[in-house]
């Protein structure tokens, strides 16, 4: 176990509730179940999966719904994030991911996994180098 903002870290917990999450996806067109669990400073973890959508562009990626359930919970910091899928190698999330979990933090743990036991971890700014992030806004631009 990891230590992290006064946060422990339980990787297997975290990826097992990951696959608790992913079943629970709705990806009737990809037929690519994704979930993924996310620990805020609290100690609370979030659970998302990926929604899919006929018009593909609004389908909600599992890391995203997770952060958004944990933002309309209070949440607004968080330790590290679980991802995992039916993939050969651990499951990295996507563009729009990375960027979505380096705006709260390019700390951030994300712990990528298979479903066959591969496990990978960087922190969000490994993964996404040089990110536009809240630092690259003006005050006048900010939201406080």
Same mark, same amino acid.
């Given at each position: 176990?990891?230590?992290?903002?006064?946060?422990?870290?339980?990787?297997?917990?975290?990826?097992?509730?990951?696959?608790?999450?992913?079943?629970?996806?709705?990806? =009737?067109?990809?037929?690519?179940?994704?979930?993924?669990?996310?620990?805020?400073?609290?100690?609370?973890?979030?659970?998302?999966?990926?929604?899919?959508?006929?018009?593909?562009?609004?389908?909600?990626?599992?890391?995203?719904?997770?952060?958004?359930?944990?933002?309309?919970?209070? %949440?607004?910091?968080?330790?590290?994030?679980?991802?995992?899928?039916?993939?050969?190698?651990?499951?990295?999330?996507?563009?729009?991911?990375?960027?979505?979990?380096? %705006?709260?933090?390019?700390?951030?743990?994300?712990?990528?996994?298979?479903?066959?036991?591969?496990?990978?971890?960087?922190?969000?700014?490994?993964?996404? =180098?040089?990110?536009?992030?809240?630092?690259?806004?003006?005050?006048?631009?900010?939201?406080?």
């Amino acid at each position: 176990m990891l230590k992290d903002a006064g946060v422990r870290i339980d990787r297997k917990a975290l990826i097992d509730a990951a696959l608790r999450a992913r079943e629970r996806a709705y990806a =009737p067109y990809s037929g690519f179940p994704v979930g993924a669990a996310l620990l805020g400073e609290s100690g609370n973890v979030y659970l998302g999966c990926n929604v899919e959508n006929a018009s593909y562009g609004l389908t909600w990626c599992a890391e995203r719904t997770a952060i958004g359930n944990a933002i309309a919970s209070g %949440e607004r910091r968080f330790v590290a994030i679980a991802i995992v899928a039916a993939t050969p190698g651990p499951c990295a999330p996507c563009g729009a991911c990375r960027q979505a979990l380096v %705006e709260f933090g390019e700390a951030i743990r994300v712990i990528m996994a298979n479903v066959d036991g591969a496990i990978e971890e960087k922190t969000a700014g490994e993964l996404l =180098p040089e990110a536009f992030g809240p630092q690259a806004l003006s005050k006048e631009g900010r939201n406080p």
